[in-house]
């Protein structure tokens, strides 16, 4: 009698196993597989409903009754410490553009500048820096070469706070092209300039002159 008592425990504990394991398997696969009008099983949705203050709205908590606050003076987000000047500037203390790009040279600097160079610079300037971008043909105004003594002769640190600060027709870049990709590009422009040829058509009106 005992032995039976015990056996038929034994297949009790078995089936409450077996059913707790099915269950499990149901509602997972009800919540992550099957396809459903209805919001998913959030167990512990506190996370997804948190309480919170969105983007410019108001709170009774402050004084000013504004929810966004004015970062503490001298405080500095993360990421946004500008320690050197001359890397996000291009421009020394005294406010001199610096003559040489404070990044080291290699082909991997010169291959992002050339892809930025093409994406942003392209366009009004070429590919090849003479220039005579797409845009031109329809109805921009023309940007100089960069293949002119005028140009060549401009220090490194003009290039690059022209991309961030824009000059005459030109916008600022600075939304668009980080501080790395912009010291990229003017190391590829230096490299256009190294390399440049003129046109045959170029090399004639010399030969007038």
């Not at 010169?110 to 994406?119: K, P, S």
Request: include cysteine.
């Amino acid at each position: 009698m005992i032995r039976v008592i015990r056996h038929i425990r034994h297949l009790f504990v078995f089936l409450l196993i077996a059913v707790a394991g099915l269950s499990v398997n149901v509602l997972t696969g009800c919540t992550r597989a099957s396809e459903s009008s209805k919001p998913p099983i959030h167990l512990n949705p506190n996370m997804d409903a948190q309480e919170k203050y969105e983007p410019q709205e108001a709170s009774l908590f402050f004084e000013d009754g504004a929810a966004m606050r004015v970062p503490v003076e001298g405080t500095v987000a993360r990421g946004e410490l500008r320690e050197d000047v001359v890397y996000y500037t291009g421009k020394d203390k005294s406010g001199t553009p610096v003559e040489v790009n404070p990044v080291e040279v290699t082909e991997a600097l010169l291959t992002r500048g050339e892809e930025r160079f093409n994406i942003f610079c392209a366009p009004c300037h070429s590919r090849l820096g003479d220039g005579k971008g797409i845009v031109i043909e329809k109805g921009f105004t023309k940007p100089p070469t960069f293949h002119v003594d005028s140009i060549k002769t401009m220090p490194d640190g003009h290039y690059f706070d022209v991309i961030t600060n824009g000059i005459r027709n030109m916008p600022s870049y600075h939304q668009q092209v980080p501080v790395a990709d912009r010291w990229a590009i003017v190391a590829f422009i230096r490299k256009l300039q190294q390399n440049y040829v003129p046109p045959i058509e170029d090399n004639k009106k010399d030969t007038l002159k």
